[in-house]
């Protein structure tokens, strides 16, 4: 059972934006590491985001550096990735998830995960 949930996902053209917004019903997000992850199809998950609890640190991959951004919402125990400049090499299914610990953010391993959502890029 995922015990976050990815949200805002769809279809856009090249050069269009999304917001994905992860949530944890269960659970206070803001006590945790957040990442964003993405699976094209054929190819191995990856991490292209993170951010820690305080959101003084994030980290981005740099197929999508300075096009994504990830933040902390006002609206507390969300999680953004806004997602500008969209290419179709974007195209993937997109997953949040979380860690009890900055020092996974990046490339560490995450406790709880979301069950994703689609982004196609396209025109």
């Known amino acids: 059972q995922s015990q976050l949930v990815e949200s805002g996902g769809g279809s856009v053209q090249p050069g269009g934006s999304l917001r994905l917004s992860c949530t944890a019903p269960g659970f206070t997000l803001d006590y945790y590491a957040v990442a964003w992850f993405r699976q094209a199809p054929g190819k191995e998950r990856e991490e292209i985001s993170c951010?820690?609890?305080?959101?003084?640190?994030?980290n981005y991959d740099n197929s999508v550096k300075a096009r994504f951004t990830i933040s902390r919402g006002d609206a507390k125990n969300t999680v953004y990735l806004q997602m500008n400049h969209l290419k179709p090499e974007d195209t993937a299914v997109y997953y949040c998830?979380?860690?009890?610990?900055?020092?996974?953010?990046?490339?560490?391993?995450?406790?709880?995960w979301g069950q994703g959502t689609q982004v196609t890029v396209s025109s």
């Open positions: 998830a979380a860690g009890y610990s900055d020092f996974i953010c990046p490339h560490g391993e995450y406790d709880y």
């Open positions: 951010i820690t609890t305080s959101g003084d640190r994030t």
